[in-house]
């Protein structure tokens, strides 16, 4: 189910010593939602960059490695080139870490230019903001909430980013709010 790797080991051991469980398992969800959106349309994608990106995508949330001029997402892409380089991987793959964690907050990337950023764009705003619904069946969705279930990731995700959004009002958790993610976290249809 999950790759099993050191990389992929070490990556769950440092999400879930600074991610709360609600976060860690939106974490969990993204990895989860993106391979299942994967494997319905046929995308490959590089399983391990993949799961160690949508393990670390938000650690630059967490008040251990927020920077204050960085945007969340940059400073979350440092750090996990900072862990691909620790976890003994060549400075390309590392690199390759840190493209995907800032390119899910930017503009649409599509599978053929990019599968593990297009990958992650779509299970975090599927997971975040309900987008995409038709393409997770109840069934997958039962599943995945059974073992991952949101706890109140609706609630800390929205102080996460209303906090990102008074310091770095140009950022994207900035627009993010300004476009009303308070609502659509409220409106997903996962809870």
Known sequence: MFPETPAAAAALTVATRYCSPALLNHSVRAYLWGTH????????????????????????????????????????????????????????????AEEIIVLHMRPDVTAGADAESHLLQVATSWDVSGRRPEEFPAEARAGVLSRYPRLDFGAQFLTCFEDQAARKPASAAGQAVASGIGTRLAANPLG
């Open 37 to 96: 959106y994967a494997a319905a349309h046929g995308i490959a994608f590089d399983d391990e960059l993949y799961y160690v990106a949508a393990l670390l995508h938000d650690l630059g949330l967490m008040r251990e490695f927020d920077n204050h001029r960085l945007a969340f997402e940059d400073a979350g892409g440092h750090l996990a080139w900072v862990f691909g380089i620790a976890a003994g991987w060549p400075a390309e793959r590392a690199a390759r």
